[in-house]
Structure formats: structure tokens, C-alpha cells
């Protein structure tokens, strides 16, 4: 089967810099996103690795080593509207499933003022 | 330009009625999906169609879920008999033509069975 882990939940404070990790245990990889999804809203992408190293966007980097089946999605400068639940998925490479997501259960981040 | 629309936006039904759900991608996009997110659980493929057609709807949970694509645009979850166990968050997703490409995601219809 998949396997997809994160920390349930974080906390951290305005201005500070947060590393949310994801291991995962897939029977194929082609890809691991970040999605970020506040509370009754859509999840919205905010990263994608396919190959190992880091990947930055602005306040928001993600980094993969795939021998180790490891990411981490690391968020600087927090801010109180970064609160949110961030949703580690992967996308395996076998045939018919190519289009499937397998996801983690998602890690709630608080930012306090 | 529009994102994925998706209709209701919550829906409560009672034990054994059946309801549908509609997803309306991005324009220009082949690549439809729905999962489901359940409470404190990650979400959950059920399928996915690339124009009208399913290669892949091994996440369906039983045979009382089914889905369709027409004109390779709008789409509609199908759950017949409802039961409790299916309450959760239904969100469509849609991508460009290849299924390697990202995933954008729709708000969502919130069910709950009574």
C-alpha cells in the first residue's frame, strides 16, 4: 500500500520560519506536492518536486530527497494568514493510476501573533 | 479565469436517498478527479477521467458511487443509497490534458446523511 506521513499538528509564532516534514512509503514516484487548505476552503497548490534538491517560491520552499522518501515544506516570515492545514501528496508511476494523488492527513499549522 | 466549480455547495440528505454532485472543471482541461475528505482523514481518490472516459476508478467504495463525464467538461458523483458512512467533503479536481500536469482543486460540496 501507500503510505503517507505528517505531523498532525504545528505551532509557531508571526515572523518565525516553520519546516513541516512528509515521509512516504509509495509503490512508484513521480512527484510530491504541497497543497495548502484553509478551513471549509479548496486545497491550493503550492509546490511540486520531481527531482531531489529545493524548490523556492517566495516565503514558501519545498525540498525532496527521494532516497530517503523524505520532503519538507518550510515557511519563512510567518504570517497569521499562514494558518492552515498543508497537505503533503503523492503522485505514483505505474500505469493507469498516473492521474491519482495518494495524500498524508494533513498537518494543521497555527501561527500566533 | 474561472477555477473548478462545484455544486451544491453542501447537501444534507437522509439515510437511503440517493444524490448527485456536479463538478465543473477549468476550461481547457481533460483531466477530471473527485476525492473525498472525511473528517481528520487525509483525502481519498475515488476516480479519475481523462475526457469521457475512466481509466481509473479503483477508489470508488462501493458500487452505489459512480461517476460520469459528458463532453469531456462537466462531471457528476453519484451516490445511490446513502449511508451515514458517507458524509464527508467531495472535491473535484481538474488538470491540463496530460494527468502529469497539477491539480486544481474546486471548493468542494459538504454532504451529510441523516
Known amino acids: 500500500g501507500q503510505n503517507i506521513d505528517q505531523p498532525t499538528e504545528m505551532t509557531a509564532t508571526e515572523g518565525a520560519i516553520v519546516q513541516i516534514n512528509c515521509t512516504y512509503q509509495t509503490s512508484g514516484f513521480n512527484g510530491l506536492f504541497w497543497y495548502q487548505q484553509h478551513a471549509g476552503e479548496a486545497p491550493t497548490f503550492l509546490s511540486y518536486?520531481?527531482?531531489?534538491g529545493l524548490e523556492e517560491k517566495g516565503r514558501f520552499s519545498s525540498f525532496l530527497s527521494r532516497s530517503k522518501g523524505y520532503s519538507y515544506l518550510l515557511l519563512k516570515e510567518l504570517q497569521m494568514k499562514d494558518s492552515a492545514s498543508y497537505l503533503c501528496a503523492v503522485r505514483p508511476d505505474r500505469g493507469s493510476t498516473l492521474g491519482r494523488l495518494y495524500f498524508g492527513r494533513g498537518t494543521q499549522l497555527t501561527v500566533w501573533p | 479565469g474561472a477555477g473548478v466549480s462545484q455544486s451544491p455547495s453542501n447537501k444534507v440528505t437522509e439515510k437511503g436517498k440517493d444524490v448527485e454532485l456536479r463538478c465543473d472543471p477549468i476550461?481547457?482541461?481533460?483531466?477530471l478527479y473527485w476525492y473525498r475528505q472525511s473528517l481528520g482523514q487525509g483525502l481519498e481518490f475515488l476516480i479519475y477521467?481523462?475526457?469521457?472516459?475512466?481509466?481509473?476508478k479503483s477508489g470508488l467504495p462501493s458500487d452505489r458511487f459512480s461517476a460520469e463525464r459528458t463532453g469531456g467538461s462537466v462531471s457528476t458523483l453519484t451516490i445511490q443509497r446513502t449511508q451515514q458512512e458517507d458524509s464527508a467533503v467531495y472535491l473535484c479536481a481538474s488538470s491540463l490534458a496530460s494527468p502529469s500536469e497539477t491539480q486544481y482543486f474546486g471548493p468542494g460540496t459538504r454532504l451529510l446523511v441523516l
Open positions: 476550461s481547457g482541461h481533460t483531466a
Open positions: 477521467f481523462q475526457g469521457n472516459s475512466a481509466p481509473d
Open positions: 518536486n520531481v527531482l531531489d
